[in-house]
T-cell receptor, first 111, second 114 residues
């Protein structure tokens, strides 16, 4: 499984756009990139998934360059409620198999 | 539409005891996965059940065992508890086949081993 590297923590003010970058240099051809969000004392929640280029949903955007060795999760106009840990996962997601989480990025949003 | 539910919410045990945690998957889901999350760490995959059989297993000792029932609900059993087993235990459900492979997580069971 491809190893991922992401910042341990990030701080932002409410209303700003937050970009969290994840490195996955040895990503395989059939690997997807998935991001999960986790609030304290809750289970992780799926945010977005992509394979290449750009994916956007109602919550976030995911930017993936052509070489796919990194990806960036973009959260537009964050609010206090976006304070959470964000995990970048890389793997063959074709069969909803096991998810391999790293330590994630702890995002703190303040006023 | 009920999401993933887990019971109990919290549990306190002593070393050497045995514990059983329960999970009901999201309606319509047939696959259940279990994860262990130590404080400050990401969840670690324990095993996955589909059609009442263990389909995949992570790097956990045989003290960790599970079961899936015909209604797709699942149990996680841990024998001979160690202090290091203290963690948040998460259950996730998904569909083995379908357009979405997203896993839906429950709120977890907080296990404390004294």
């Amino acid at each position: 499984l491809a190893k991922t590297t992401q910042p341990i923590s990030m701080d932002s003010y409410e209303g700003q756009e937050v970009n969290i970058t994840c490195s996955h240099n040895n990503i395989a051809t059939n690997d997807y990139i998935t991001w999960y969000q986790q609030f304290p004392s809750q289970g992780p929640r799926f945010i977005i998934q992509g394979y290449k280029t750009k994916v956007t949903n109602e919550v976030a955007s995911l930017f993936i360059p052509a070489d796919r060795k990194s990806s960036t999760l973009s959260l537009p106009r964050v609010s206090l409620s976006d304070t959470a840990v964000y995990y970048c996962l890389v793997g063959d997601d074709g069969t909803a198999s096991k998810l391999t989480f790293g330590t994630g990025t702890r995002l703190q949003v303040t006023l | 539409d009920a999401g993933v539910t887990q019971s109990p919410t919290h549990l306190i045990k002593t070393r050497g005891q045995q514990v059983t945690l329960r999970c009901s998957p999201k309606s319509g889901h047939d696959t259940v996965s279990w994860y262990q999350q130590a404080l400050g760490q990401g969840p670690q995959f324990i095993f996955q059940y589909y059609e009442e059989e263990e389909r995949q297993r992570g790097n956990f000792p045989d003290r960790f065992s599970g079961h899936q029932f015909p209604n797709y609900s699942s149990e996680l059993n841990v024998n001979a508890l160690l202090l290091g087993d203290s963690a948040l235990y998460l259950c996730a459900s998904s569909l083995a086949q379908g357009s979405s492979t997203e896993q839906f997580f429950g709120p977890g069971t907080r296990l404390t081993v004294l």
